[in-house]
């Protein structure tokens, strides 16, 4: 089992920045890939960004140049950096994880077995 904790979430104007976190701990396995997830009311889990074991990373189209994702492997930790905020990027942010590859379809909620309970990202205008 894995267990994925996001934090960093809160409240923020159009135009500013948050980092959000999350701290992997459980067994561990390689090959490997993570990805960040966000959901708002009424709408559809959609993929934000991921990345595998060798550090390849992935982007929603309409997302790229705005956030960054990274991880620390030796704190077992994935990071969202998001920039540039708008108030349509509200929604809960989860964090995923899974064995393996995921080839072309890091961005797909599918893929993903171990989830975290997400983190609140408000943005006002």
């Known amino acids: 089992q894995v267990q994925l904790v996001e934090s960093g979430g809160g409240s923020v104007q159009a135009g500013g920045s948050l980092r959000l976190s999350c701290a992997a701990s459980g067994n561990t396995f390689s090959p490997y890939f993570m990805g960040w997830f966000r959901q708002a009311p009424g709408k559809e889990r959609e993929g934000v960004a991921a990345?595998?074991?060798?550090?390849?990373?992935s982007y929603a189209d309409s997302l790229k140049g705005r956030f960054t994702i990274s991880q620390d492997n030796a704190k077992n930790t994935l990071y969202l950096q998001m920039n540039s905020l708008k108030p349509e990027d509200t929604a809960m942010y989860y964090c995923?994880?899974?064995?393996?590859?995921?080839?072309?379809?890091?961005?797909?909620?599918?893929?993903?077995?171990?989830w975290g309970q997400g983190t609140q990202v408000t943005v006002s205008s």
């Open positions: 990345i595998d074991g060798n550090g390849v990373t």
């Open positions: 995923a994880a899974n064995s393996g590859y995921c080839g072309t379809w890091c961005l797909l909620a599918g893929w993903y077995k171990y």
